[in-house]
C-alpha cells in the first residue's frame, strides 16, 4: 500500500485512555445485554453479560493482559472489561489501531505470572496517519477479515457436514439410492494388513539424504525433516497414494500425496486386498477414528495397537456400494482441501499486507 502523508509516532498513552479491568461482579450477570470481556481468545472474551451497566462506550478496543498477552480487538459494543484485560479509549480509528497493535511484539519480563499493565501499554509507540488514510485502513482490514471469516465458517461446515455423513453412512442408516445388499461381517485384518513402519536408530537420522524420514508430526504442524539413505525391503517404503496409519500420540488414517519416504515406526502402511476400495477403508477408518475419540474422555491417553485394528469388527458392502461411498467423501475431502488452501493464503495475505501496512 502506498503511503502518501507522513505518519507520526506516538506513544499509545498519549493518544489514548488505557483502563484495566476488575473482577466480574457475578450478582448481575445475564444472559443478554453488555458483554464482559475478559482475556480469553475463545467467543472475542465474553465471559457473559450485564443488562443495564457498563464501563466503557464504544467505538473502543481490548487488549489481553494476561495468557495471550498483547492481542487487541475492536469493539463495536458498549462493554465491561474484567479480569485485567485492557480497555482502550480513542479518537483513533479503532479497526486500524487494533490492527497496529498486533503488529507490535509485546514482551514481558516477569519472574511471576506475565502481565501486561496499563503504564506497559501506555509506553508503546504506533504510528499514525491523518483521519481519513486511518479509515481506508480500517475499512479494508474489516473487509479482509469478514472474508476469512466467511471461509472459516464454510470450511466448518464441511467438517461437520463430513462428520454426520460419515456417522450415517457407517451406521447404514442413510444409503444410497440403488444399494440394497446387506453389508458384510468381517475382521479388519480380514480385508487389510497393517505393517509396521521402520523403527530407526537416532544416529540412522541424517539432517540430508536420499529418502526423507515420515514421522507423525509430518502430518500435522512439524515441517522439519529426517533424512536416511538406508536401502530397506519395501514394505518400508510408502509412495504417493499409499494408505497410511498414524497411532502414535495423534493418530488417524492418511493417503501419502508425497515421494517416496521411509515411514516412521509410529506409522503403519495398510495394504488392502479385493474386499475394500482404498477411499471406502480410509473413510472407514476415519468413522472408526471419531468413535475411538467420542469413547475416550479428554485426560485419557490413547493407545492403539496393530492387534487391536486388525481384529476389529468391521462391516462393508460390495465394492460398487465401496467406490460409490468413496467417490461420495473424496467429493467433500476435495472441498475442504481447496477451501484450507484459501483460508491459509487469504491469512498470509493478510499477514503480509499489515507488514507492509504498518513498517514504513
Same mark, same amino acid.
Not at 471469516?149 to 442413510?174: H, M, S, V
Given at each position: 500500500?502506498?503511503?502518501?502523508?507522513?505518519?507520526?509516532?506516538?506513544?499509545?498513552?498519549? &493518544?489514548?485512555?488505557? &483502563?484495566?479491568?476488575?473482577?466480574?461482579?457475578?450478582?448481575?450477570?445475564?444472559?443478554?445485554?453488555?458483554?464482559?470481556? $475478559?482475556?480469553?481468545?475463545?467467543?472475542?472474551?465474553?465471559?457473559?453479560?450485564?443488562?443495564?451497566?457498563?464501563?466503557?462506550?464504544?467505538?473502543?478496543?481490548? &487488549?489481553?493482559?494476561?495468557?495471550?498477552?498483547?492481542?487487541?480487538?475492536?469493539?463495536?459494543?458498549?462493554?465491561?472489561?474484567?479480569?485485567?484485560?485492557?480497555?482502550?479509549?480513542?479518537?483513533?480509528?479503532?479497526?486500524?489501531?487494533?490492527?497496529?497493535?498486533?503488529?507490535?511484539?509485546?514482551?514481558?519480563?516477569?519472574?511471576?505470572?506475565?502481565?501486561?499493565?496499563?503504564?506497559?501499554?501506555?509506553?508503546?509507540?504506533?504510528?499514525?496517519?491523518?483521519?481519513?488514510?486511518?479509515?481506508?485502513?480500517?475499512?479494508?482490514?474489516?473487509? =479482509?477479515?469478514? =472474508?476469512?471469516?466467511?471461509?472459516?465458517?464454510?470450511?466448518?461446515?464441511?467438517?461437520?457436514?463430513?462428520? $454426520?455423513?460419515?456417522?450415517?453412512?457407517?451406521?447404514?442408516?442413510?444409503?444410497?439410492?440403488?444399494?440394497?445388499?446387506?453389508?458384510?461381517?468381517?475382521?479388519?485384518?480380514?480385508?487389510?494388513?497393517?505393517?509396521?513402519?521402520?523403527?530407526?536408530?537416532?544416529?540412522?537420522?541424517?539432517?540430508?539424504?536420499?529418502?526423507? &524420514? =515420515?514421522?507423525?508430526?509430518?502430518?500435522?504442524?512439524?515441517?522439519?525433516?529426517?533424512?536416511?539413505?538406508?536401502?530397506?525391503?519395501?514394505?518400508?517404503?510408502?509412495?504417493?497414494?499409499?494408505?497410511?496409519?498414524?497411532?502414535?500420540?495423534?493418530?488417524?488414517?492418511?493417503?501419502?500425496?508425497?515421494?517416496?519416504?521411509?515411514?516412521?515406526?509410529?506409522?503403519?502402511?495398510?495394504?488392502?486386498?479385493?474386499?475394500?476400495?482404498?477411499?471406502?477403508?480410509?473413510?472407514?477408518?476415519?468413522?472408526?477414528?471419531?468413535?475411538?475419540?467420542?469413547?475416550?474422555?479428554?485426560?485419557?491417553?490413547?493407545?492403539?495397537?496393530?492387534?487391536?485394528?486388525?481384529?476389529?469388527?468391521?462391516?462393508?458392502?460390495?465394492?460398487?456400494?465401496?467406490?460409490?461411498?468413496?467417490?461420495?467423501?473424496?467429493?467433500?475431502?476435495?472441498?475442504?482441501?481447496?477451501?484450507?488452501?484459501?483460508?491459509? =493464503?487469504?491469512?498470509?495475505?493478510?499477514?503480509?499486507?499489515?507488514?507492509?501496512?504498518?513498517?514504513?
Amino acid at each position: 500500500m502506498h503511503v502518501v502523508n507522513t505518519w507520526n509516532e506516538r506513544k499509545l498513552g498519549e &493518544v489514548s485512555h488505557i &483502563v484495566a479491568g476488575g473482577d466480574i461482579d457475578k450478582r448481575i450477570v445475564a444472559d443478554s445485554g453488555y458483554p464482559v470481556i $475478559g482475556n480469553s481468545l475463545i467467543n472475542h472474551g465474553i465471559q457473559g453479560y450485564y443488562a443495564r451497566t457498563y464501563r466503557i462506550k464504544a467505538p473502543a478496543l481490548t &487488549v489481553t493482559g494476561r495468557g495471550d498477552i498483547g492481542r487487541a480487538e475492536a469493539r463495536k459494543n458498549n462493554f465491561t472489561p474484567v479480569v485485567r484485560v485492557l480497555a482502550i479509549s480513542t479518537s483513533i480509528n479503532v479497526d486500524f489501531l487494533a490492527a497496529s497493535i498486533n503488529n507490535l511484539s509485546i514482551l514481558i519480563e516477569s519472574t511471576g505470572v506475565p502481565q501486561l499493565t496499563v503504564p506497559q501499554l501506555s509506553s508503546y509507540k504506533v504510528d499514525i496517519p491523518l483521519k481519513e488514510e486511518q479509515s481506508l485502513i480500517g475499512d479494508f482490514l474489516i473487509h =479482509l477479515d469478514n =472474508l476469512i471469516t466467511a471461509n472459516q465458517r464454510k470450511l466448518e461446515l464441511l467438517n461437520r457436514l463430513k462428520k $454426520g455423513y460419515l456417522q450415517q453412512i457407517f451406521d447404514q442408516k442413510l444409503r444410497f439410492t440403488g444399494f440394497k445388499d446387506a453389508w458384510h461381517k468381517c475382521k479388519l485384518g480380514d480385508a487389510a494388513t497393517f505393517i509396521n513402519g521402520k523403527a530407526f536408530k537416532q544416529s540412522e537420522l541424517l539432517d540430508s539424504g536420499r529418502y526423507p &524420514v =515420515l514421522r507423525v508430526g509430518n502430518f500435522y504442524t512439524n515441517n522439519s525433516w529426517y533424512f536416511s539413505n538406508l536401502e530397506l525391503q519395501d514394505k518400508f517404503y510408502a509412495k504417493k497414494g499409499d494408505l497410511l496409519y498414524t497411532w502414535s500420540a495423534t493418530f488417524g488414517p492418511h493417503i501419502w500425496a508425497g515421494n517416496k519416504v521411509i515411514y516412521h515406526y509410529h506409522i503403519w502402511k495398510i495394504e488392502l486386498n479385493n474386499k475394500i476400495e482404498k477411499q471406502f477403508a480410509l473413510e472407514l477408518l476415519e468413522a472408526d477414528k471419531t468413535k475411538i475419540l467420542n469413547n475416550t474422555n479428554g485426560s485419557t491417553m490413547i493407545h492403539i495397537t496393530k492387534n487391536e485394528m486388525e481384529s476389529k469388527k468391521i462391516y462393508i458392502p460390495n465394492n460398487n456400494e465401496q467406490e460409490k461411498i468413496g467417490n461420495f467423501f473424496r467429493i467433500i475431502d476435495d472441498l475442504v482441501i481447496v477451501n484450507q488452501k484459501k483460508l491459509k =493464503l487469504l491469512r498470509k495475505q493478510k499477514k503480509a499486507l499489515l507488514q507492509k501496512i504498518f513498517i514504513q
